[in-house]
């Protein structure tokens, strides 16, 4: 079955480099998409692509079937549920994984 | 309206009702998606819309129906609500279907009793 992979929990301290990491089983999935997600807000998408990319704090890491997100300088504000996807070719439809909580202590 | 609106924004139903989510967006997009999220699960498709006057089902179409008759509203309809569906429901439109670059809504939270 094709599967998107992370974890559910990742904790950090401000100021850290955080790295959540994901991975999937979708063979004809090229690209990758991590979207930020507050409880009560819309989920927006924060970067994608099938090479490693930056935007602003947010770091994308690429290999075939996985990628990393890396938040630099983590702040308090940035505590929320963090979700990777891939759109296999043949549906074009994205596949998420289960989203990964960001905790961060000050 | 700037982006999708999506009503209403929470509703507890008794089990066997009939309920209608509403989703509009404004930005002419072409495709269009229901979601539900679910703790452990992530968000799940449950059916999409590429195109006005098309639909097709995701992965969890089991109980939904939606319909697109034009290019701004795409309603989910549960015919007999069941607790099974208790979820937060978000909409969401991308300019084309297959992109991956979804803009979203802020989720109908529905409880069914």
């Known amino acids: 079955k ?50 490693p990319s930056q935007q602003g704090r947010y770091n994308m890491t690429y290999e075939r079937f996985s990628s990393s997100l890396l938040i630099l300088q983590v702040r308090e504000a940035d505590a929320a549920v963090y979700y990777c996807a891939v759109c296999p070719s043949n549906t074009g439809k994205l596949i998420f994984g289960q989203g990964t909580t960001l905790q961060v202590k000050p | 309206i700037a982006g999708i609106t ?9 089990a066997g009702r009939r309920m209608t989510l509403r989703c509009t967006q404004d930005m002419r997009h072409n495709a269009m998606y229901w979601y539900r999220q679910d ?6 498709l449950i059916h999409y819309s590429n195109t006005a006057g098309t639909t097709g089902k995701g992965e969890v179409p089991d109980g939904y129906s939606v319909s697109r008759a034009n290019t701004d509203d795409f309603p989910l309809t549960l015919a007999s609500a069941v607790p099974s569906q208790t979820s937060v429901y978000f909409c969401a439109s991308a300019l084309q279907g297959g992109t991956g670059e979804l803009f979203f809504g802020e989720g109908s939270r529905l409880t069914v009793l």
């Open chain 2, 6 to 14: 999506q009503a209403p924004t929470s509703q507890i139903l008794a």
């Open chain 1, 2 to 51: 094709d599967q998107v992979f992370q974890p559910s929990t990742v904790a950090s301290s401000e100021g850290a480099v955080v790295e959540i990491f994901c991975n999937h089983s979708v063979s004809n999935a090229y690209n990758f998409f991590w979207y930020l997600h507050f409880p009560g807000c819309a989920p927006r998408l924060l970067v994608k692509g099938s090479k």
């Open chain 2, 39 to 44: 703790l452990g699960l992530g968000l799940r």
